[in-house]
């Protein structure tokens, strides 16, 4: 069997992508977890499929797989490079992105960077969710010198932190404790934030599943989203991640997050056999 793939990435942040529209192959946890061995196979934050699409409306489907084989909920930047593809496919500047967290536009402005609706904010705590009723403003909850972050769902999970100093964090360590914290039954993405002005927020993220990555679209989301709530920012700021900015943007008329940036193709292939017996 011949399978090719796309390697992408947005800000560093970098994805299999896989279109498997015509051929309906699957893959099982094993094979993501070979595929994104970063030694023996090819490494990346998520593993993309593109596929049909299920509902009304959509362009595709995508799915979104992290490098140890569980599913991910929502990705903004594997969004922006599946629509980069989809749009130089159709000659459009919009389509629909389908996920298992919803439906997803997606536009080209004039400077070729690509815009997502991520959809509205969640605040509730069932939203995240956590394994008890909790305000999301102040979860309470902390490891090291990190304490009482702020709750966000952008269709997967986020706790956001607000620190001094991003680089002082050690993140390698107090991530993977948090992440795997008995308030999270279905994990958490963990973001370390610090204000820098009210239109400039610089981020680190640990990933649930995939570890600290150069950029999260979702994260970058919650993480303005989780500073106006504060009071901390405006609705509308560039998040820096160790990758590079983004532009979020928290509309108030519907509460939908828009995030927009660039998106690049590194290479192409095809798998070798290995790594999908």
């Known amino acids: 069997m011949t399978v090719s793939f796309r390697k992408m990435h947005g800000l560093g942040n970098d994805f299999v992508v896989v279109d498997v529209r015509q051929s309906g192959v699957g893959f099982t946890e094993e094979q993501v977890r070979r595929i994104g061995d970063r030694r023996r196979g090819i490494g990346f934050d998520q593993f993309i499929t593109i596929e049909p699409p299920r509902q009304a409306g959509a362009t595709i489907f995508m799915g979104i797989r992290n490098p140890d084989g569980s599913v991910a909920g929502a990705c903004g930047n594997a969004t922006r490079c599946v629509s980069a593809l989809l749009m130089a496919e159709t000659g459009s500047d919009a389509v629909v992105i389908e996920t298992v967290s919803g439906l997803l536009p997606a536009t080209r402005t004039t400077d070729g960077t690509v815009t997502v609706d991520m959809g509205p904010a969640r605040l509730d705590w069932q939203d995240l ?131 927009s940036g660039p998106t690049a193709t590194s290479f192409t292939g095809i798998f070798d056999g290995s790594l999908l017996a």
């Open 129 to 259: 969710p956590l394994a008890e009723a909790r305000d999301t403003l102040h979860l309470g909850i902390g490891a090291g010198d990190l304490h009482d972050p702020v709750g966000v769902s952008m269709g997967n999970p986020h706790a956001v932190f607000f620190v001094e100093d991003v680089a002082a964090v050690p993140l390698t360590e107090v991530g993977p404790v948090l992440e795997n914290h008995a308030l999270f039954p279905k994990r958490c993405n963990i973001e370390i934030v610090e204000v820098q002005a009210r239109d400039r927020l610089r981020m680190r993220v640990w990933e649930r599943g995939a570890g600290i990555t150069q950029a999260c679209g979702s994260g970058a989301c919650a993480t303005l989203v989780a500073a106006a709530r504060r009071g901390l920012a405006d609705r509308r700021a560039e998040v820096i991640l160790d990758g590079g900015s983004l532009m979020i943007e928290w509309r108030d008329s519907d509460g939908h997050v828009l995030m």
